[in-house]
């Protein structure tokens, strides 16, 4: 996937509290100290200085989405940026950054345009939509026929494998469809058709098999 299509803007939208709170660095602290602790027109300048100070604060569930975007991010290979529309002008924010029509916040927009909006639209099924990863193991996908019996038993039989990720039971042609995981470092094409003549066509309910080999996988859902 090209390397900009791997780039999400989140943003949030904090308060703004005005607090008079003033904690003087350690120089001034051991100055005030030297002084009469506070005495002398140094020291309420400071306190003056301090009064009026912007603090922003971002509320738990919009910084609960912003730990999980950038979990998921991480994880994908996507990154983040994050802009808080409080510290930026209004017409960057309803302009240039095209958040117009938003009506709550936090909102996250995909290279492609798709965007999520509102912290209950925050899940990780939505975060990997729209997130898709390129798979790093190998995926295949076995058809199988099978002989007339005892399906609970070949269920049973296919579900001690590992490497089966999937089973799917059909109408028609075929009766199976498995999904099959590998580990990259260890499985190629020639590999995974050994493992399915070998292990599935073993047994003995199994009278045929047919198996697709994508050259490329990629997924929108959760890893």
């Not at 990780?124 to 026929?145: G, Q």
């Not at 190629?188 to 003995?204: A, H, M, Q, S, Y």
Request: aromatic letters at 8%.
């Amino acid at each position: 996937m090209p390397e900009d299509l791997h780039e999400l803007t989140l943003y949030v939208q904090s308060k703004k509290a005005v607090t008079t709170f003033f904690r003087p660095s350690t120089a001034q602290s051991q100055e005030a100290a030297m002084s009469g602790m506070g005495a002398g027109p140094s020291a309420s300048s400071s306190s003056g200085d301090a009064v009026g100070e912007s603090v922003f604060f971002l509320s738990d569930d919009q910084a609960r989405c912003q730990a999980m975007v950038e979990e998921i991010a991480a994880q994908r290979g996507y990154h983040l940026r994050v802009i808080d529309i409080e510290r930026v002008g209004r017409i960057e924010r309803l302009v240039a950054e095209h958040l117009r029509g938003v009506q709550k916040f936090p909102v996250l927009i995909s290279p492609l345009g798709r965007r999520l909006e509102g912290v209950e639209t925050f899940t990780e099924d939505e975060l990997a939509a729209i997130m898709p990863a390129d798979l790093k193991s190998v995926r295949a996908f076995s058809y199988l026929k099978v002989r007339g019996g005892d399906l609970d038993k070949i269920k049973r039989l296919l579900e001690t494998l590992p490497e089966v990720k999937e089973l799917h039971f059909l109408t028609g042609d075929w009766d199976i469809l498995v999904v099959l995981d590998f580990e990259p470092t260890t499985a190629n094409k020639r590999r995974v058709l050994e493992f399915v003549t070998d292990r599935i066509r073993g047994i003995p309910e199994v009278i045929d098999t047919s198996t697709i080999i994508p050259e490329y996988s990629l997924t929108k859902f959760p890893l």
